[in-house]
């Protein structure tokens, strides 16, 4: 059976992927045609989160066995096929390239085609640039601002609150984004 899945970003909304990898493959495969197809480096740590409906997690399936005394089972990309956790059209999973911050792709298995089979994966879409993979440097030497922090004001800081309704909103345009737009 072949899977094809539809891949976005919250950080870069016109970057698009459309995946298609026979269901028997590995995590591993995925993983290397998502950071080839995003220009990305293949030595990062990275895993996918299974998620449920609500984009919470379920299971995670690491590259690298990190050794952690917990209850949970450990999944490791290059021992798991993909049939093995996922099944059903619609799942939702995080691509998370950026463990240090958390940030990810955000997946979603649009299409199973039984009876079909596919040697290699391949990246059927790509559109717009992937955000950058890693953020830059925090600890980096300071940049020089030609401001007199005096001059600063409402206008540079925002307002001293927020709106919940306008993140209430954005949320749900997140949201409509995911269902449209992928």
């Not at 995590?27 to 895993?47: C, H, P, W």
């Not at 290059?78 to 990810?104: A, C, N, W």
């Amino acid at each position: 059976m072949i899977y094809k899945f539809l891949i976005g970003s919250e950080e870069a909304g016109n970057f698009k992927l459309e995946i298609a990898i026979d269901s028997s493959d590995t995590f591993v495969r995925l993983r290397n045609t998502i950071l080839e197809a995003a220009g990305y480096d293949k030595s990062q740590m990275d895993s996918f989160v299974i998620c449920d409906d609500d984009w919470c997690k379920e299971k995670e399936v690491t590259y690298y066995d990190m050794d952690t005394d917990s209850d949970e089972d450990i999944w490791l990309m290059e021992d798991t096929p993909l049939d093995e956790l996922i099944e059903d059209e619609g799942q939702k999973i995080k691509f998370v390239f950026d463990y240090m911050t958390e940030r990810y792709f955000y997946m979603i298995l649009k299409e199973t085609i039984p009876g079909k089979n596919l040697h290699d994966p391949l990246c059927q879409r790509k559109e717009g640039k992937a955000p950058l993979e890693t953020l830059p440097d925090m600890f980096a030497a300071p940049v020089k601002v030609d401001t007199d922090i005096d001059d600063l004001d409402e206008a540079f800081y925002g307002e001293e609150s927020f709106n919940e309704e306008e993140l209430r909103e954005l949320s749900d345009e997140f949201e409509k984004d995911r269902e449209e737009g992928i």
